[in-house]
């Protein structure tokens, strides 16, 4: 059974960090590429990053570019997400998620529909 557990979220201030955490188990994602999401209350799921298999590339939603950094560690199956000054709209549930269709392929998509495995999800809260 395929399970993606995320950790990390919390309450933080604005202007504070925080850095996310997605391990993966019962299969390895080494080939495939990972990502973050998140969705906050009354809106709609939004990509934030992703990162190929050879962590060559990446791709952050433009609105977010700067502040986030999405990392992966192969060897240990778990795709991070930093997060620098955070801002109170950053408030959401953050999903990770997992391709597992494309093995080996360098390709990189923002929509949710590209992804095969999805976390159940971490909350971020940022008071102002």
């Known amino acids: 059974q395929v399970q993606l557990v995320e950790s990390g979220g919390g309450l933080v201030q604005a202007g504070g960090s925080l850095r996310l955490s997605c391990a993966a188990s019962?299969?390895?994602?080494?080939?495939?590429?990972m990502g973050w999401f998140r969705q906050a209350p009354g809106k709609e799921r939004e990509f934030v990053a992703a990162?190929?298999?050879?962590?060559?590339?990446?791709l952050y939603a433009n609105s977010l570019k700067g502040r986030f950094t999405i990392s992966r560690d192969n060897s240990k199956n778990t795709v991070y997400l930093q997060i620098n000054s955070l801002k109170p709209e950053d408030a959401a549930v953050y999903y990770c998620?997992?391709?597992?269709?494309?093995?080996?392929?360098?390709?990189?998509?923002?929509?949710?529909?590209?992804?095969?495995?999805w976390g159940q999800g971490t909350q971020v809260t940022v008071s102002s």
């Open positions: 990162i190929s298999y050879n962590v060559r590339r990446t």
């Open positions: 998620a997992a391709d597992g269709s494309r093995s080996g392929s360098d390709f990189l998509g923002s929509g949710a529909y590209e992804y095969d495995y």
């Open positions: 019962g299969r390895t994602f080494s080939s495939n590429a």
